[in-house]
């Protein structure tokens, strides 16, 4: 029997755990999925918006994969400087592969960046998810005007969620408190603003019209922005998304030139608004101890070479509230290998590499493998690879011969973990929460809440 550990339940650790257990070539494997939470999914659980029900629906696919008689989840194992190191994890498992993820926000680097008030746009997520993490979180909302730095897709959600009522909301699973914080939100106006073009912009395009079809809100654009972009005015050598987001700019540019002369003309009256702005660089947060009041920005335009340069012309943003979307990072891994410059973990195939030789079975996929890079989709054929690489080694990792019963010997290293019926005991408590608020389903947003309706079963393999 191999036995091999994967350490996360997201995206690429259900696909590696399924790519292992699809393949012919070793029959005879078990998978088990740790992971920190009581609960499966990863990001697409605690990282999806949750009025994206399209995307969420792909827990469906993962349960599958997490329900095959050939893999046991086991949640709420701790694994790195506070829980279980590799060496642990290879004394109970034949082979051990890290689907970590990118676990921190890159920063800013800029005055006034941890002033009150501004936040990493990854807190606010993990918020309104109700990620057991951020239960002590609070965001009041009481600000007038809020600014996102970052013209991703985690950027559009945050200032999609910023403008969306809360009675459209009330049909998700969002807990009740972030619920309740967006029916009392004084936000009026929503600043996502980029350092490039909008051709350079990250955000898909599905996520760019959402903003468009908001009930009472606005988009607004400033053509002469746009204009900068040699791209823009000629997008055919730009792949798919980059046109068609083109081609949703420019339809509200041509909106915004047919329109009453000044700024944001004829938006007054219309609610919210969400100003999508471009070519502009944070330089300074700024605010005291009280709060932040706006963000400083110096005026970019392109260098001819992909990236932009500053021209020493600057704008302050209005802002009680600032959320940084700037991408993710990867955190150095106890006992493993760390690349600082990239945020990885240094790897061939997969395999992980310390001063260029691989440490027996000791495997990453996912962003820890190949950077924050992707969708959701890239991750299946990054697990593939690591997958393919771990059943090669397979004669020889089944050599050396795990000990006894996994779940056995987590609960002997001090663990307590949460097995699938575990979980299954958390989705029932959440849909009978929610029908006693009148909604459908509805997160616990608490560890006290998860674990204990997680031990209400009991807890065996």
């Known amino acids: 029997m191999l036995r091999v550990a994967v350490i996360g339940s997201g995206p690429s650790g259900v696909y590696t755990a399924q790519s292992l257990i699809e393949q012919q070539t070793v029959p005879d494997i078990e998978v088990y999925v740790l992971d920190r939470l009581p609960c499966p999914y990863g990001l697409v659980r605690y990282g999806v918006a949750p009025d994206h029900e399209k995307i969420k629906s792909l ?72 990620h057991p993490d951020a239960a002590a979180v609070r965001f009041t909302l009481a600000a007038r005007s809020a600014v996102v730095i970052g013209v991703g897709n985690v950027a559009v959600d945050v200032a999609r969620m910023l403008s969306r009522g809360a009675d459209e909301l009330a049909v998700t699973d969002m807990p009740q408190g972030p619920l309740g914080a967006l029916a009392d939100s004084r936000v009026e106006d929503v600043w996502m603003v980029g350092r490039r073009g909008p051709s350079q912009a990250k955000f898909t395009t599905k996520e760019l019209r959402e903003l468009g079809s908001l009930p009472g809100t606005e988009v607004l654009v400033r053509p002469e ?61 700024l605010g005291d101890a009280s709060g932040v009041r706006a963000v400083r920005f110096e005026r970019t335009a392109p260098d001819g070479r992909g990236g932009v340069t500053g021209t020493g012309e600057f704008e302050d943003i209005e802002g009680q509230l600032v959320l940084r979307s700037v991408g993710y990072r990867g955190t150095p891994q106890p006992g493993l290998p760390f690349d600082e410059t990239t945020g990885t973990v240094p790897h061939l195939a997969g395999r992980v590499l310390r001063d260029g030789t691989p440490l027996p079975g000791v495997y990453v996929a996912g962003w820890i493998k190949r950077g924050p890079t992707g969708v959701i989709g890239t991750n299946r054929p990054c697990a593939k690879e690591t997958a393919l690489s771990l059943l090669a080694d397979a004669p020889t990792l089944a050599e050396r011969g795990s000990s006894g019963d996994p779940f056995a010997a987590l609960i002997r290293a001090g663990q307590r973990p949460v097995p699938w019926p575990g979980w299954l005991a958390i989705e029932a408590a959440e849909a009978e929460w929610g029908r006693g608020l009148g909604r459908g389903t509805v997160k616990l947003p608490d560890w006290a809440g998860l674990l204990e309706a997680a031990h209400s079963v009991e807890m065996t393999r």
């Open 225 to 285: 922005e746009l204009a900068l972009d040699p791209a823009f005015r000629d997008p055919g050598g730009l792949p798919a998304v980059g046109r068609r987001n083109v081609e949703v700019l420019r339809g509200w540019a041509e909106r915004a030139a047919a329109a009453p002369a000044g700024p944001d003309a004829g938006a007054e009256g219309r609610g919210r608004r969400i100003h999508l702005r471009f070519f502009l660089r944070p330089v300074e947060v």
């Open 59 to 130: 827990q469906n696919n993962l349960r599958t994969v997490l329900e095959h008689p050939k893999v046991r989840f086991l949640g709420n194992v701790e694994v790195g400087a506070r829980g279980l190191g590799v060496e642990e994890l290879r004394e109970i498992f034949d082979a051990v592969v890290f689907c970590v993820g990118a676990a921190t926000d890159r920063h800013l680097g800029i005055p006034g960046e941890d002033l009150p008030g501004s936040h990493p746009a990854t807190e606010f997520v993990a918020w309104y998810s109700a």
